[in-house]
């Protein structure tokens, strides 16, 4: 077993492989199954049960290379040129992924080269060439991470190893339930998986179909819109945002503006503030029938749908849908956990050894550095990429914002915890 090969060196299959740094990763010769097929891909070393995270040879036959190859401790196979220094590369497996998505590896385009990474199941578990599905990130509208069967929109899951029980146990699923499939109460139906029935119409819609259960349709508004500024908003809060396909985004624009902007286009049906730590800037607006609403337990952005003047409060003029949640008290366990040393009890447990201790620390670091009191001092989001992008020391931390009663209840807090939530989900 070797780390790496140089130039004129080969691996041959039936002899010697390549392994990373820590052990963890394995380049070398396969069979899959009954298939008499040799691939050569990387496996995962210390599972004994053949693990594939990568294979070379998916349709064509591997080629002969050049160079210094190498598996590095992420598990990624990188050709380098002898002669060259720095971080520079030929080509890596990162770049051409298979069917797993390992950490640090990257999905989506690469704007300087037009490279597009996606994932791409097994046809058959024998056989590693391209099948039905693939999860990428979708383009049109604002960016999205999907999972296709097809043409069709999907689910996903995350499976971790446990080295206690010697099996993969699923981490985390979509869909979780129901709700979780794509545009299942069709446009401005709201999808509430406590409830029967789990499909219902938004404020001011009603079902468009008569039959029973039948959903797909979707809900249409009680009061015709008149397309002009004689339109108004109701505010909703608790749901997820609808499908990101048909959406625009201006960074400069704030609320008020996002409002005016979405009432002059007779298309747009609803806009909200992107900004998620509350700090009133960006615009982001949805064009068309709104579809994939979901009720969440955890909502704490406000998104306005467009309505007719009839069907607003003719005292306010707008119409609020509120469902609030306090969430001062996780913050302040958040904070405590980080001051007494112990801010690796915020991770799940369930992630076990995948979790990337540093890793998790630094994320937390920074989520708990979204929760400033003082909005100026918040990291904005191109930022919090960086920091989480590279090792460079991070800003020493102060207390996060939140404000106490006399009975010392929690009444407010940042909007930034959206960050330590989405953060400790992922170490």
């Known amino acids: ?38 691939n ?66 990257k999905l ?54 446990s080295e206690t029980t010697q099996n993969w146990n699923v981490y985390s699923y979509v869909p979780r339930d129901y709700c979780d499939s794509y545009g299942v109460c069709g446009a401005y139906g709201n999808c509430i998986a406590t409830q029967l029935p789990i499909c219902q ?11 029973f259960g039948d959903w797909y349709e979707g809900c249409v508004r009680n009061k015709a819109l008149n397309y002009s500024k004689l339109d108004g908003f109701i505010k909703f809060n608790g749901l997820k945002w609808p499908d990101a396909t048909n959406s625009w985004v201006n ?20 806009y909200s503030n992107l900004d998620i730590r509350g700090r009133g800037s960006s615009c982001a607006m949805w064009f068309g029938d709104l579809i994939d609403i979901k009720q969440v337990s955890n909502g704490v952005q406000d998104l306005f749908i467009r309505m007719s003047a009839l069907e607003l409060d003719e005292d306010s003029g707008d119409s609020y849908c509120h469902c609030r949640s306090c969430w001062g008290a996780f913050v302040l366990t958040a904070w405590k956990l980080w001051k007494e040393g112990r801010p690796l009890e915020l991770t799940d447990p369930f992630l076990g050894e995948s979790c990337n201790e540093s890793e998790a620390k630094r994320c937390i670091h920074i989520s708990l550095s979204c929760l400033e ?55």
């Not at 960086?386 to 010392?408: E, V, W």
């Open 1 to 38: 077993m070797d780390k790496g090969i140089q130039y004129r060196q080969s691996i041959s299959d039936g002899g010697r492989t390549l392994v990373s740094g820590d052990g963890r990763f394995e380049l070398g010769f396969f069979s899959l199954g009954s298939s008499k097929n040799r």
């Open 40 to 105: 050569v891909g990387i496996c995962y070393k210390k599972v004994p049960v053949t693990t594939v995270v990568w294979v070379a040879n998916r349709i064509n036959p591997i080629n002969d290379s050049s160079g210094v190859l190498m598996i590095n401790s992420t598990g990624n196979l990188v050709l380098r040129d002898e002669q060259s220094s720095g971080g520079s590369y030929l080509r890596q497996s990162f770049d051409y992924p298979s069917d797993t998505l390992l950490p640090e590896m």
């Open 108 to 161: 989506g385009w690469d704007l300087k080269t037009g490279l597009e990474r996606l994932l791409s199941s097994w046809r058959i578990p024998d056989d590693p060439s391209p099948g039905d599905f693939t999860c990428g990130v979708e383009l049109q509208g604002n960016p999205e991470i999907v999972m296709w069967k097809g043409s069709n929109r999907y689910l996903r899951e995350r499976l971790t190893w």
């Open 201 to 211: 119409c938004l404020e001011g819609f009603k079902p468009k179909s008569t039959g």
């Open 251 to 270: 960074k400069s624009m704030n609320l008020k503006q996002c409002r005016v902007k979405c009432l002059e286009n007779s298309s747009c049906m609803a």
């Open 373 to 427: 009191h003082q909005p100026d001092n918040r990291p904005s989001m191109s930022s919090v990429v960086l920091m989480l992008g590279s090792d460079n020391a991070l800003p020493d931390l102060k207390q996060p914002g939140f404000l106490m009663d006399r009975k010392n209840r929690i009444l407010q807090t940042s909007l930034g915890f959206l960050h330590l939530m989405k953060l400790l989900s992922h170490c």
